[in-house]
């Protein structure tokens, strides 16, 4: 039981690149989410998922898209990278009953 | 949008001292969650509270959930060096598939 993964784990991109960010999950939630973490911050809502074929957007979801085909994958694109999107990326899987979100160990992203 | 004020956002203490995080809000969630985030990983939970005016205890960590489930508060007791980190509060709705996070406060234990 591998929890949430993600890969890769660090990226550097050159700005107009795009790219995609992967994330998987094996505990069958239903509920998926992305967030982005700048330096000494919390953590901001990209994009949701509250099940496959279902996606909404959060507080930030600009420059980025993503879909959900199945139940385990949840995967970020970036349309043309610009430098305001170097960040740490964490995709979560929340367990519906208890609100609980399950992180994985997070993108390192810098674009130049 | 819905925020979720934690203070302070900084803290920086003596190992042996005791200090509270606190974390606001003018909206109602059903529940609220407290994770605590080291550097280069993800945040992970610490605790889960639901009931308007619950108090869970975690060994040295007590949570307290406000009466109006607005507010939450985490006091630590004898803070130690291994209490280092990022911690964030969330708040969530039944069936919303989302959560809003805090900024965080960043609690540094020395020895």
């Known amino acids: 039981n591998a929890g949430v993964t993600q890969t890769p784990k660090f990226q550097v991109l050159k700005t107009g690149q795009s790219m995609t960010l992967q994330c998987a999950q094996d505990m069958n939630h239903e509920y998926m989410s992305w967030y982005r973490q700048d330096p000494g911050m919390g953590l901001r809502l990209i994009h949701y998922s509250v099940g496959a074929g279902i996606t909404d957007q959060g507080e930030v979801p600009n420059g980025y898209n993503v879909s959900r085909s199945t139940t385990e994958d949840f995967p970020l694109r970036l349309l043309s990278a610009a430098p305001s999107q170097t960040s740490v990326y964490f995709c979560?899987?929340?367990?519906?009953?208890?609100?609980?979100?399950?992180f994985g160990p997070g993108t390192r992203l810098t674009v130049l | 949008t819905q925020l979720l004020e934690q203070s302070p956002q900084f803290l920086s203490i003596q190992e042996g001292e005791n200090l509270t995080v606190y974390c606001n809000s003018s909206s109602v969630f059903s529940s609220l969650q407290w994770y605590r985030q080291e550097p280069g990983e993800g945040p992970v939970l610490l605790v889960t509270v639901v009931t308007g005016g619950e108090v869970k205890k975690l060994k040295r960590l007590t949570f307290q959930f406000g009466d109006a489930r607005k507010d939450s508060s985490l006091h630590i007791t004898a803070a130690q060096p291994g209490d280092t980190g990022l911690y964030l509060c969330?708040?969530?709705?039944?069936?919303?598939?989302?959560?809003?996070f805090g900024d965080g406060t960043t609690l540094t234990v020395k020895p």
């Open positions: 969330a708040g969530a709705h039944t069936n919303a598939g989302k959560s809003t």
């Open positions: 979560a899987s929340i367990a519906s009953v208890t609100d609980t979100q399950y």
